[in-house]
């Protein structure tokens, strides 16, 4: 657990500074809404994490490009997983239903494993290139 949080961590930072990320949510991050509430209740932030895209075009070429990450609509392994919820977990709600709560086409959710950090950053580095 204290891995995935650790890489947790640091992807969330690396996703929050890269260009192509429109916004990531993130407990661990100070501009959470529920950061400080977070900070009081947990020993850690974990390692689920969620960022915007901007589109259903960017959300599948990032997706189609990682390599270490595996694409999965079941989270919580040790390895790097990495899901879009508007086709997969979220798909049945339709595109109303995901609207009214908050999921859009461009939203990628990725549960971050144990691998090496380097690895998961160059991995998501090149996929996003793609965008």
Same mark, same amino acid.
Request: glycine share 10%; net charge negative; aromatic share 4%.
């Given at each position: 657990?204290?891995?995935?949080?650790?890489?947790?961590?640091?992807?969330?930072?690396?996703?929050?500074?890269?260009?192509?990320?429109?916004? $990531?949510?993130?407990?661990?991050?100070?501009?959470?809404?529920?950061?400080?509430?977070?900070?009081?209740?947990?020993?850690?932030?974990?390692?689920?994490?969620?960022?915007?895209?901007?589109?259903?075009?960017?959300?599948?070429?990032?997706?189609?490009?990682?390599?270490?990450?595996?694409?999965?609509?079941?989270?919580?392994?040790?390895?790097?997983?990495?899901? =879009?919820?508007?086709?997969?977990? =979220?798909?049945?709600?339709?595109?109303?239903?995901?609207?009214?709560?908050?999921?859009?086409?461009?939203?990628?959710?990725?549960?971050?494993?144990?691998?090496?950090?380097?690895?998961?950053?160059?991995?998501?580095?090149?996929?996003?290139?793609? $965008?």
């Amino acid at each position: 657990m204290k891995e995935h949080d650790e890489n947790g961590r640091v992807i969330a930072d690396f996703l929050a500074d890269h260009k192509k990320v429109r916004k $990531v949510f993130y407990p661990g991050l100070s501009d959470h809404p529920q950061h400080e509430l977070a900070k009081r209740q947990m020993t850690g932030f974990g390692a689920l994490i969620s960022f915007e895209t901007g589109s259903l075009s960017n959300a599948n070429k990032m997706l189609r490009r990682v390599r270490v990450c595996s694409l999965g609509e079941s989270l919580g392994g040790v390895e790097t997983l990495i899901s =879009h919820p508007a086709t997969m977990t =979220h798909a049945a709600l339709g595109e109303k239903g995901r609207k009214a709560i908050g999921i859009t086409d461009g939203l990628v959710r990725i549960s971050v494993g144990i691998e090496d950090k380097e690895d998961l950053l160059e991995d998501l580095d090149q996929a996003l290139g793609a $965008v």
